[in-house]
């Protein structure tokens, strides 16, 4: 299987506005009701709607709004979870790691090399991470290169924060890495182009239920405060952190289904180019992972049971001290001093019951199906989030004696080469500051011609969104306009890369002329 051509990219029909988004989603009856725009409840809506049935999506916040923009970032086969027993879950997150990689999205899930550093005092012997890297790799039947032991020099040349002043021995793995956001946008977007419609910032308040049978939601518009009600045949919940919230508007004596895990982030700036991650075996079987990240390096994460409010998740001091802390196990002191500390994030895992800690569960994709017919999904991984789209698609659809869902992987819009698109943007736009182009290749793929096309009429949407950054106007134009981008929050978080740099104040000036008249503050916009 070889990487696609670039594809055209081009969508075929015009970006529906909101209006019309709305209009549809209160006149149709459609056939599932996603509620939920995280990368669950997205590859439900782009299975189902490649199924070709009638699809409608609704997130109370942004799309991606929640866990699935504050992930690791990483779609891997899960190296820890081999010593929790777990190879059923490794070999198929392998595959998922593939096919991703190689057709769903070449541009947004990227190759990368792990290096894991072993010593006296970390929890496994080198033999034995030596044997589970080997066993890792055989699961992925040994296609993604070299793995194994490395000399320290080359450890230290593919990840310089290294620490040089402790006895170790290195071994290398390979897994991907990705923007997780703009995955979960992208399969919209590809739904979308397949009829199906979705609106962000549209909170479900009540199910409707038609003879005992789930038959579409009661909706508010959180911008203009108005209500609606979607009818469809069925209903799929893949509200993730507030999967039972909505199951018990189904069934208020539903007990819960799940238990939150919190997990922190860092991103730091990084002195000088990393070529590998670093994997910090920690006890309890937990990891410390430190991933470059656009010229940044993400550190996290952290593993804590949450009994909140969701929508209340924040990184916190203690959740920085912690990272850093078990950071400095494998990097120099300098690296991983808080002075570098550019931005933070956290996000809830969603777990199954049971178990000991939250980190020594499985991670499980746990679903149910409630009293009215409505399907829950939640769990599980990014990395799986197509196989777990086509099941519960599949599920939903059968339900109501529709065509199943094809299974077998396809590209979604945009999938191309970044490495040839970031060639054609070069040639195609030479105001392009150095840097974008890689960028915008990588973020949009083929798409990012579309991105820059209105620039060559307006030649200040070439100009970095901040001085020296990689993202540029014509992504704030693009965000409005095709990608549904309703605060500054939305652009600077999930569709850019700006917010994570640490430059979230400059970035909100510097796109506030794009920004639609009728702007929901971003603390109104949160689910409760
Ligand atoms: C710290 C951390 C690190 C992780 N790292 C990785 C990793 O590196 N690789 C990997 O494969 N997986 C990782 N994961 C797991 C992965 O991020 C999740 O499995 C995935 O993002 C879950 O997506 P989701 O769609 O289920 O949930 P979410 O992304 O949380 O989406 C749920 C959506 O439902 C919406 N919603 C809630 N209530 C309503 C309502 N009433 N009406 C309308 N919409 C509503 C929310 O606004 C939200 O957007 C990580 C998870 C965490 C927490």
């Not at 010593?119 to 194994?148: K, M, N």
């Not at 065509?403 to 030479?430: C, I, K, N, S």
């Not at 306009?481 to 929050?489: G, Y």
Request: charged share 25%; proline share 8%; aromatic share 6%.
């Amino acid at each position: 299987m070889s990487p696609p051509p670039p594809a055209a990219g081009l969508p075929a029909a015009p970006t529906p506005t909101r209006a019309e988004r709305l209009e549809r989603l209160a006149t149709e009856t459609f056939d599932v009701l996603v509620i939920g725009g995280g990368a669950l409840g997205a590859s439900t809506a782009w299975a189902a709607a490649r199924a070709g049935a009638r699809v409608a999506l609704v997130d109370g916040g942004d799309a991606a709004g929640a866990t699935s923009s504050a992930s690791s970032k990483l779609v891997h086969g899960g190296l820890r979870y081999l010593g929790l027993g777990d190879v059923k879950l490794v070999r198929e997150a392998h595959r998922e790691r593939r096919w991703n990689a190689r057709l769903v999205a070449p541009h947004l899930v990227r190759p990368l090399q792990f290096i894991l550093p072993v010593g006296a005092e970390t929890p496994h012997r080198p033999a034995e991470i030596r044997l589970g890297v080997f066993v890792y790799a055989a699961l992925s039947g040994f296609r993604d290169g070299r793995t194994g032991r490395v000399r320290p020099g080359e450890a230290f040349a593919l990840a310089p924060g290294l620490r040089r002043d402790m006895e170790r021995t290195f071994v290398a793995y390979h897994d991907h890495q990705t923007d997780d956001a703009r995955l979960v946008l992208a399969a919209l977007r590809t739904a979308e182009l397949l009829g199906a419609v979705w609106l962000n910032y549209a909170r479900v308040e009540s199910l409707r239920i038609t003879a005992g049978t789930v038959s579409g939601a009661d909706v508010v518009d959180v911008v203009s405060g108005a209500r609606f009600a979607v009818s469809a045949r069925t209903v799929v919940n893949a509200t993730g952190p507030w999967v039972d919230h909505i199951r018990r508007l189904e069934d208020p004596g539903a007990a819960a289904s799940v238990r939150l895990s919190k997990g922190a982030h860092l991103v730091l700036e990084s002195s000088e180019p990393w070529h590998a991650a670093v994997t910090s075996p920690l006890p309890e079987g937990r990891v410390s992972f430190a991933i470059p990240w656009h010229g940044l390096l993400l550190l996290g994460t952290t593993d804590e049971p949450f009994e909140g409010d969701p929508a209340t998740v924040r990184p916190t001091d203690a959740d920085q001290a912690q990272i850093l802390a078990e950071a400095a196990t494998s990097l120099a002191p300098d690296v991983v001093s808080p002075a570098r500390v550019r931005s933070a994030f956290a996000g809830l895992r969603v777990l199954p019951l049971g178990g000991t800690s939250t980190a020594g569960t499985r991670r499980e994709t746990v679903v149910t199906v409630g009293k009215a017919g409505m399907i829950s999904v939640a769990g599980g991984k990014l990395t799986t989030w197509r196989r777990i789209g086509v099941d519960v698609a599949t599920r939903a659809l059968a339900s109501i004696q529709r065509p199943l869902p094809d299974t077998h992987p396809a590209p979604l819009v945009g999938a191309a080469d970044p490495d040839a698109v970031r060639e054609e943007l070069q040639r195609r736009y030479p105001e392009l500051p150095e840097g974008s182009a890689a960028h915008l290749a990588g973020l949009y793929g083929a798409l990012a011609y579309d991105v820059l096309e209105p620039a060559r009429r307006e030649p200040q949407l070439y100009e970095p969104i901040v001085p020296g950054g990689p993202d540029v106007l014509a992504q704030a134009r693009y965000a409005v306009e095709h990608e549904a981008a309703i605060t500054a929050d939305d652009i600077l978080r999930r569709r850019t890369t700006v917010a994570l740099r640490g430059f979230e104040a400059e970035g909100r000036l510097r796109v506030a002329p794009f920004l639609p008249d009728r702007t929901v503050s971003p603390d109104e916009a949160p689910v409760r």
